[in-house]
Structures are given as C-alpha cells and as structure tokens.
C-alpha cells in the first residue's frame, strides 16, 4: 500500500535498563512531584470551620434600602421587575397614606415585593435599574432550603431593618 506522506520517522527503542524495569526514575519522579506539593500553598480550605474571603464585586442576597430617616426607599416603580432577565422579581404598588409619611419616603410604595430566588441569577441588573437607590446585592448568600415556596423572598426578609433596630 502507498503511504500517505514521504515524511518518515524512525522510532528507535532502546532496550529498557535494569532500574528503568524496576520503575526506579518513574517512582523516584512522582515521589518527587508528590514532595513538591507539601512546600505549596493548600488550594483548598476547611469549609465550614474557614470561610474564604468574597470578592469586592460579590453578589449576594438582595437588600431593600431605607433612607437617612428610616424610610423605605422603594417606589415601586417597577424598573427592577422589567429589568430582570429572570422574570424573579413580583411587586404590588400601593399609595403611602399621610399617616405612613415616616415609613415609606414616596408617595407610592411596595406593599408586596418578592424575588424568586431560585430564579435570580444575580446579574445585578435590578440594582443598576433602580432610580432610587433602593436595592443592593450586598447580602450574604442565599441560604439552602428543603421547600420551593421558602425560595421566594418577600419584605419581611429584603427590607432592611429599622434604624434603631441595626
Ligand atoms: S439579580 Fe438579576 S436575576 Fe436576580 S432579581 Fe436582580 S435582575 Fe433579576
Ligand atoms: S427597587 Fe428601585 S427599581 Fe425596583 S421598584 Fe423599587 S424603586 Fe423601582
């Protein structure tokens, strides 16, 4: 049969040593490798007991904003729910009441306001969509659960907490 190419390489064996048959070099090389590893840094640590450091651009769990008195700074104006790619954020707008002046700093608020957490991706595109300054991923992580319906947030877990409560 013709060959495909002209180009030809001749592979030479030589015969294997006396120390090369008893896998000498080749165990005295992964030993070597294996040392080497006890000198460098360990590239895992002891979760829980050690927790690493997040990075400065983390996102974590959604926090609702109040303002300098208290306030909640949602308007509920609803650019964060047409900004999320997830669909996971659900809100009910309600009118403030003279009486709830000191609770919510705009005329309108969220009296119901959900994030699917299951859903969020934490793109934090619903942060850099509010006007108003009213929600940050500046949580920790999501913690697990064993329910579907305990994945989904509502105010009583994203609102901050009172002022004199912190
Ligand atoms: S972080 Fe992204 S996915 Fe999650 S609620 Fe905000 S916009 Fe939606
Ligand atoms: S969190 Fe911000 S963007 Fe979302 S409804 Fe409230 S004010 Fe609007």
Not at 11 to 22: D, G, S
Not at 53 to 72: P, V
């Amino acid at each position: 049969m013709e060959p495909l190419t002209s180009k030809k390489k001749v592979l030479e064996q030589k015969p294997l040593t006396l120390a090369e048959r008893m896998y000498l070099p080749a165990i005295a090389k992964g030993l070597s490798i294996t040392m080497s590893h006890f000198f460098k840094k360990e590239a895992t640590i002891r979760y829980p007991e050690v927790e690493r450091e997040f990075s400065t651009n983390f996102r974590g769990m959604h926090s609702l904003k109040r303002d300098e008195e208290g306030r909640e700074r949602c308007t509920a104006c609803g650019l964060c729910a047409l900004s999320c790619p997830a669909e996971a954020i659900t809100m009910i707008a309600a009118e403030r009441k003279p009486e709830e002046k000191d609770i919510y700093r705009e005329e309108k608020y969220a009296s119901v306001y959900e994030i699917n957490m299951l859903r969020c991706i934490f793109c934090g595109l619903c942060e850099e969509a509010c006007p108003k300054e009213a929600i940050y991923l500046d949580g920790p992580i999501v913690p697990s659960d064993y329910l579907r319906k305990d994945f989904i947030y509502g105010k009583d877990k994203l609102v901050e907490p009172p002022l004199n409560k912190k």
